[in-house]
């Protein structure tokens, strides 16, 4: 298996700038996760989807942040308008959540995204 | 909130075992512990989780105290590539289930 792929690895744009990570999680399962991590404030958890729908949003920061989940081997993470405050690296993880008390996750290597 | 306290960092010498704590006194009684590392620009690497009894695999050892309120991970013979932040984590109830909540974790520096 290949694991989760994300895309682009590298994201340099200017402030105001429409940004969209993708990710494509394991086959096979149905909960997938966006995180977020910087310095100041590490690894938060933004949205997660469960069968490719969205469970939980309110680590999205705001508005400007939207994620879709339009089928069970794909996602995106869309920033727009993009701000410099957005510069993080944006992971994706998924996981195969039976609905019991385990749920290990795998994470994809994830985007750098720079604004200017 | 992250329901787990770990500290900050810890240091250990090349081959020796890395002991890393973890408390976690408010877990409910059907939650994992999950222990997973993140090596330096990598995404994080889900290492181990166990209910009640200890639990080992070909990375590590978990040891959960019989009142489940704290746990270590052990890494028997440390190697420079196990230098990584540790994360210990206990999901956290919310709307449609459960989430997990990255805390601090403990920066390891296995030294040579």
């Known amino acids: 298996d290949a694991g989760v792929i994300q895309s682009p690895r590298h994201e340099v744009t200017e402030m105001g700038q429409e940004v969209t990570l993708r990710c494509k999680p394991i086959?096979?399962?149905?909960?997938l996760f966006w995180y977020r991590q910087t310095m100041m404030r590490g690894l938060e958890l933004l949205i997660y989807?469960?069968?490719?729908?969205?469970?939980?949003d309110s680590g999205m920061p705001e508005d400007r942040f939207s994620a879709k989940m339009p089928n069970a081997s794909f996602s995106t993470l869309k920033i727009q308008p993009s701000e410099p405050r957005d510069s993080a690296v944006y992971f994706c993880?998924?996981?195969?959540?039976?609905?019991?008390?385990?749920?290990?996750?795998?994470f994809g290597p994830g985007t750098r995204l720079t604004v200017l | 909130d992250a329901k787990t306290t770990q500290p900050p960092s810890m240091d250990c010498a090349e081959g020796r075992a890395a002991n890393l704590p973890c408390n976690h006194s408010?877990?409910?009684?059907?939650?994992?512990v999950y222990w997973y590392r993140q090596i330096h620009s990598q995404g994080p690497q889900y290492i181990i989780h166990?209910?009640?009894n200890n639990e080992t695999n070909e990375m590590a050892s978990l040891i959960i105290t019989e009142d489940r309120k704290s746990s270590t991970l052990i890494l028997p013979h440390a190697t420079l590539r196990d230098t990584a932040v540790y994360y210990c984590?206990?999901?956290?109830?919310?709307?449609?289930?459960?989430?997990?909540?990255f805390g601090a974790g403990t920066r390891l520096f296995v030294k040579a």
């Open positions: 408010t877990i409910s009684g059907n939650e994992y």
């Open positions: 984590i206990v999901r956290v109830p919310n709307t449609g289930g459960f989430k997990t909540i």
């Open positions: 989807f469960n069968n490719n729908v969205p469970i939980d």
């Open positions: 993880a998924s996981s195969f959540a039976s609905g019991g008390s385990t749920d290990t996750q795998y």
């Open positions: 086959s096979g399962h149905n909960s």
């Open positions: 166990g209910l009640k």
